[in-house]
C-alpha cells in the first residue's frame, strides 16, 4: 500500500522534488509546480498527467486502480489508489516528475 511516507521516500531519488501542500493536502512539487498530492476526500493520489489522452488510457488499462471523479473530467489528472503496487507508482511518479522538471534537474537525474 502506497503511503505519504512512501511517496516522500521515491520522491527523494527525483533531483529537485520537494514536500509541499496543495489544497491543505502533502503534495510533491518541482520548483513550486505540482507534481502529484493526497486527494482531500478520496483515499487516492492525484497525479498530474500530460494529457487527458494518456489519463484515459490509463483508466482503460486498469479501472481499479485508475480513476477521476467529474471534477477532474477533461484534466490531465488521474486518481490512484494507494494498493498500486510500488514500482509501478514509481514508473508514474517518473513521468509526473519529467513533466515540470527543470531542465538542471533532468541532466542531473540518473534512474
Do not use: C
Not at 512512501?6 to 518541482?30: C, H, L, N, Q, W
Not at 508514474?92 to 519529467?98: F, I, Y
Amino acid at each position: 500500500m502506497i503511503t505519504f511516507n512512501t511517496i516522500r521516500d521515491m520522491a527523494r531519488s527525483f533531483p529537485g522534488t520537494e514536500e509541499s501542500t496543495s489544497y491543505g493536502t502533502p503534495a510533491i512539487k518541482v520548483a513550486k509546480k505540482l507534481m502529484l498530492r493526497l486527494h482531500n476526500k478520496e483515499d487516492a493520489i492525484v497525479v498530474l498527467l500530460n494529457s487527458v489522452e494518456e489519463q484515459q488510457a490509463l483508466m482503460e488499462r486498469d479501472p481499479m486502480t485508475f480513476y477521476i471523479t467529474d471534477h477532474y473530467a477533461g484534466y490531465p489528472a488521474v486518481l490512484v489508489r494507494p494498493t498500486i503496487p510500488e514500482a509501478e507508482f514509481r514508473d508514474l511518479m517518473e513521468l509526473a516528475w519529467r513533466r515540470v522538471a527543470r531542465k538542471k534537474d533532468l541532466e542531473a537525474y540518473e534512474p
